[in-house]
């Protein structure tokens, strides 16, 4: 049995059926709505029952993947996602935490300083020491190896402020021997985001170029940590399916749990994030890569998150192809495929649509410049460095203004 807390706190109890192969959800009698777990699942009596032998899609989303349930896999006596989720419980990605009854009390998160991980000269034996110290408190989903930390001053690498938050504060990446240089592939990629215009969170790079470091996005100006929902979870899905589906639903996500107010803003910047995505080669912009944060589960909304863990997949994997389908197909779409989508499912007018398109060009091409003197001046990058601008340059042709979208940008200006 887990206690989950909701924002610090207690909202319900998790357990497994022990007749039966499902979990079970209830909410403690008199919780209120501002504590609901998932926008998916607001208060109620009744019990929730999961699917036969999966997690709820909430208690699933921030499951160790890859690398990391592969390492506290073998940490864990008998482990299953029961266990995993009690053993990285006290820091989660989002609002919610998860306690055994013996960990009730707040846990004790240990510090190691983000500008020494900036700063280290070496990297495997920093990254097994990361791992010792915080795999059991990195709710985080993935498949690379990745770690939540904690920075002891709790100093943000924006320098607009200091947070005094109680969890962790930073995600730290490294990568699969199989896809080296993943830390500065993702730092050119969230550059040609950046200058598309979309928000990102702030991050930077080690000096040795192994790490790459996040500052944790889902918190807010009062340091509380936000709601924070992937897609796998608002269509009711596990993380497993996370390539299962399309576009089209994401867009469907989009309406249906986006403030209305927000909405024609959000639905713009999901199209501009998957046309990034197609520019640049991402072949796993999947259902959890797309998120919302909130700040209260009451109204059951939230505006999309940050654009995040965006990485140019073909320079490894030259054949790879889009993580989900458009109209049916999982093949890079051209500029007519992404209009007609852009009009039919995100309410999008011609012209709005072409300028998104010509947006993220014009923001790949100027990023474009800063990978080019990367793959120059960075140690042992060259090699993948220039496999990315390759991809990138067949990225810009395949969504280059033909006539139709010529003429759209035309009759706007006109």
Same mark, same amino acid.
């Given at each position: 049995?887990?206690?989950?807390? $909701?924002?610090? *706190?207690?909202?319900?109890?998790?357990?497994?059926?022990?007749?039966?192969?499902?979990?079970?959800?209830?909410?403690?009698?008199?919780?209120?709505?501002?504590?609901?777990?998932?926008?998916?699942?607001?208060?109620?009596?009744?019990?929730?029952?999961?699917?036969?032998?999966?997690?709820?899609?909430?208690?699933?989303?921030?499951?160790?993947?890859?690398?990391?349930?592969?390492?506290?896999?073998?940490?864990?006596?008998?482990?299953?996602?029961?266990?995993?989720?009690?053993?990285?419980?006290?820091?989660? *990605?989002?609002?919610?935490?998860?306690? $055994?009854?013996?960990?009730?009390? #707040?846990?004790?998160?240990?510090?190691?300083?983000?500008?020494?991980?900036? %700063?280290?000269?070496?990297?495997?034996?920093?990254?097994?020491?990361?791992?010792?110290?915080?795999?059991?408190?990195?709710?985080?989903?993935?498949?690379?190896?990745?770690?939540?930390?904690?920075?002891?001053?709790?100093?943000?690498?924006?320098?607009? @402020?200091?947070? !005094?938050?109680? $969890?962790?504060?930073?995600?730290?990446?490294?990568?699969?021997?199989?896809?080296?240089?993943?830390?500065?592939? /993702?730092?050119?990629?969230?550059?040609?985001?950046?200058?598309?215009?979309?928000?990102?969170?702030?991050?930077?790079?080690?000096?040795?170029?192994?790490?790459?470091?996040? /500052?944790?996005?889902?918190?807010?100006? /009062?340091?509380?940590?936000?709601?924070?929902?992937?897609?796998?979870?608002?269509?009711?899905?596990?993380?497993?399916?996370?390539? @299962?589906?399309?576009?089209?639903?994401? !867009?469907?996500?989009?309406?249906?749990?986006?403030?209305?107010?927000?909405?024609?803003?959000?639905?713009?910047?999901?199209?501009?994030?998957? *046309?990034?995505?197609?520019?640049?080669?991402?072949?796993?912009?999947?259902?959890?890569?797309?998120?919302?944060?909130?700040?209260?589960?009451?109204?059951?909304?939230?505006?999309?998150?940050?654009?995040?863990?965006?990485?140019?997949?073909?320079?490894?994997?030259?054949?790879? $192809?889009?993580?989900?389908?458009?109209?049916?197909?999982?093949?890079?779409?051209?500029?007519?495929?992404?209009? #007609?989508?852009?009009?039919? @499912?995100?309410?999008?007018?011609?012209?709005?649509?072409?300028?998104?398109?010509?947006?993220?060009?014009?923001?790949?091409?100027?990023?474009?410049?800063?990978?080019?003197?990367?793959?120059?001046?960075?140690?042992?990058?060259?090699?993948?460095?220039?496999?990315?601008?390759?991809?990138?340059?067949?990225?810009?042709?395949?969504? %280059?203004?033909?006539? #139709? *979208?010529?003429?759209?940008?035309?009759?706007?200006?006109?």
């Amino acid at each position: 049995m887990i206690h989950v807390l $909701s924002d610090g *706190v207690q909202a319900g109890v998790l357990e497994k059926d022990s007749d039966r192969p499902e979990y079970i959800f209830n909410y403690y009698p008199g919780t209120e709505q501002e504590r609901a777990v998932s926008l998916t699942m607001p208060v109620r009596l009744k019990s929730y029952v999961s699917p036969a032998g999966s997690l709820h899609p909430i208690f699933d989303m921030n499951l160790p993947e890859g690398f990391l349930r592969d390492w506290l896999s073998k940490a864990i006596v008998d482990c299953d996602d029961l266990k995993l989720l009690e053993a990285t419980g006290p820091s989660q *990605v989002g609002r919610l935490e998860y306690r $055994s009854k013996s960990q009730l009390q #707040q846990a004790s998160i240990p510090e190691y300083s983000v500008r020494e991980i900036l %700063a280290f000269d070496g990297a495997e034996d920093l990254f097994q020491d990361l791992l010792q110290m915080y795999a059991a408190a990195s709710g985080i989903s993935g498949v690379q190896p990745k770690v939540l930390v904690r920075d002891p001053g709790n100093t943000k690498i924006s320098p607009d @402020h200091k947070l !005094a938050v109680q $969890s962790t504060t930073h995600i730290v990446k490294t990568w699969d021997p199989k896809y080296p240089h993943l830390a500065y592939n /993702e730092h050119f990629c969230l550059l040609a985001a950046q200058h598309a215009g979309l928000a990102t969170p702030y991050w930077e790079v080690s000096e040795n170029g192994k790490f790459l470091v996040v /500052e944790r996005f889902d918190l807010t100006k /009062e340091k509380r940590y936000l709601g924070f929902e992937d897609f796998c979870v608002l269509a009711g899905l596990p993380s497993r399916k996370k390539y @299962h589906g399309s576009y089209e639903q994401l !867009a469907k996500v989009t309406r249906t749990f986006c403030y209305r107010e927000n909405l024609a803003e959000n639905l713009a910047e999901l199209f501009k994030m998957i *046309v990034l995505s197609i520019v640049l080669r991402n072949g796993d912009a999947h259902r959890k890569n797309f998120c919302l944060l909130y700040e209260s589960p009451v109204h059951r909304r939230g505006v999309l998150a940050p654009t995040f863990d965006v990485v140019t997949t073909t320079a490894y994997l030259p054949r790879d $192809s889009m993580a989900l389908t458009m109209d049916g197909s999982k093949k890079w779409p051209g500029p007519g495929s992404l209009l #007609q989508f852009a009009s039919d @499912h995100c309410g999008l007018q011609q012209k709005h649509a072409a300028r998104i398109i010509e947006e993220v060009r014009q923001g790949v091409r100027t990023a474009q410049i800063r990978l080019e003197h990367g793959a120059r001046e960075l140690k042992d990058f060259s090699t993948v460095g220039n496999k990315m601008k390759r991809e990138w340059d067949q990225g810009l042709m395949s969504v %280059a203004s033909t006539k #139709q *979208v010529n003429s759209v940008l035309r009759s706007a200006v006109l």
